[in-house]
C-alpha cells in the first residue's frame, strides 16, 4: 500500500504455496488455503516440480503434506524436503499444513507434517505460529511440541466440518505476516 505523502511503498510478501497429494485432500485444503489468502493459482505448486528458483521467488512459503503408512511423508515430499534442505532459507516465513486421519491413525495424526518441520529447523526459516490441538482428537504426533501442531492440522475424513473454521483461523494470522 502506498502513501500519498510519503512515498515509501509497503510491499505485500509473496506467497507460494507447495503440497503433496496422493489422494487429492492436500491439494485441496492447498487450494481451500490459496483462497482465504488470496493467493493465485499460479502460485499452487505441486511439490514434484518444485525447484530452488520456485522457492527462492517467494517470501512466505506454505507446505502441505498428508501423512502415510506408519506417520511417513507423502512420497513427493522426500525429494522436497532434500532439494528444501540444500537451500538457504533465511529471511523466509515457512507456515505448514497436514492432513491426517485421527481416527484409523490416532498415533500417527499428522506426523508428515513434524517431519517436514524437523528436517527444515536448519534451513535458517522462521516457522509460523502452530494450532492449539486442544480442538483435536489423537493420541500421538511427531507434529505437535508443547502442546500445538506445527502447523494447520486437518482431518477431513473425521472432521470435514472443521476444516473451514480451522482454515480461517490460521489464514487470518498468516495476512497480519503479510
Same mark, same amino acid.
Given at each position: ?18 503440497? @503433496?497429494? /496422493?489422494?487429492?485432500? /492436500? ?10 489468502? @488470496? ?5 499452487? #505448486? ?12 517467494? +517470501? ?14 507423502? =512420497?513427493?515430499?522426500? =525429494?522436497?524436503?532434500?532439494? &528444501?534442505?540444500?537451500? +538457504?532459507?533465511? @529471511? ?15 498415533? /500417527? ?9 524437523? =528436517? ?5 526459516? $522462521? ?9 483435536? /482428537? ?12 506445527? @502447523?494447520?492440522?486437518?482431518? $477431513? ?6 476444516? +473451514? ?6 489464514? $487470518? #494470522?498468516?495476512?497480519? &505476516?503479510?
Amino acid at each position: 500500500l502506498c502513501s500519498v505523502k510519503s512515498i515509501k511503498c509497503k510491499e505485500m510478501k509473496k506467497t507460494g504455496i507447495f503440497y @503433496g497429494s /496422493t489422494t487429492g485432500t /492436500t491439494e485441496a485444503v492447498a487450494g481451500i488455503i490459496a483462497g482465504k489468502l @488470496g493467493v493465485s493459482s499460479a502460485d499452487v #505448486h505441486d511439490v514434484s516440480k518444485m525447484t530452488a528458483e520456485m522457492v527462492n521467488s517467494y +517470501d512466505i512459503l506454505l507446505f502441505g503434506t498428508s501423512t502415510w503408512g506408519d506417520g511417513e511423508l507423502q =512420497d513427493d515430499w522426500y =525429494d522436497g524436503v532434500k532439494l &528444501l534442505k540444500g537451500l +538457504d532459507l533465511s @529471511g523466509k516465513l515457512v507456515g505448514l499444513f497436514g492432513c491426517g486421519d485421527s481416527e484409523s491413525y490416532a498415533d /500417527t495424526f499428522c506426523d508428515g507434517m513434524g517431519i517436514i518441520y524437523e =528436517d527444515l529447523k536448519g534451513t535458517g526459516c $522462521e516457522f509460523i505460529n502452530g494450532v492449539s490441538d486442544a480442538d483435536y /482428537t489423537y493420541s500421538s504426533s511427531v507434529a505437535v511440541v508443547d502442546g500445538q501442531f506445527v @502447523g494447520l492440522a486437518i482431518d $477431513e475424513m473425521n472432521e470435514s466440518g472443521k476444516t +473451514d473454521g480451522r482454515v480461517t483461523a490460521w489464514t $487470518e #494470522h498468516i495476512k497480519t &505476516l503479510l
